[in-house]
């Protein structure tokens, strides 16, 4: 009878141990969705400040050589 006991206890305890490790798990997991979020949302941030600026550069690039032309016109 205390065999089967202490196997009770034994499988208690192990299945203690196997839900506190699955809730370890969870949290991990979650917590690497949520990098993962994060770090997509920085992606996106990122690409729309590239796109703004290789607008502006093309803006630039414009103005610079409407002001060529200008100075070239009056040369």
């Not at 192990?14 to 949302?41: H, I, N, Y």
């Not at 920085?42 to 032309?69: P, S, T, Y």
């Amino acid at each position: 009878m205390r065999e089967l006991e202490a196997e009770l206890e034994a499988e208690q305890r192990r299945s203690r141990d196997l839900a506190a490790e699955v809730r370890k798990l969870q949290r991990l997991l979650q917590e690497q969705k949520q990098q993962a979020d994060d770090e997509r949302r920085l992606a996106a941030e990122a690409n729309e400040q590239i796109n703004q600026l290789q607008q502006r550069v093309k803006a630039l690039k414009r103005q610079l050589e409407e002001a060529v032309m200008k100075v070239i016109g009056w040369s």
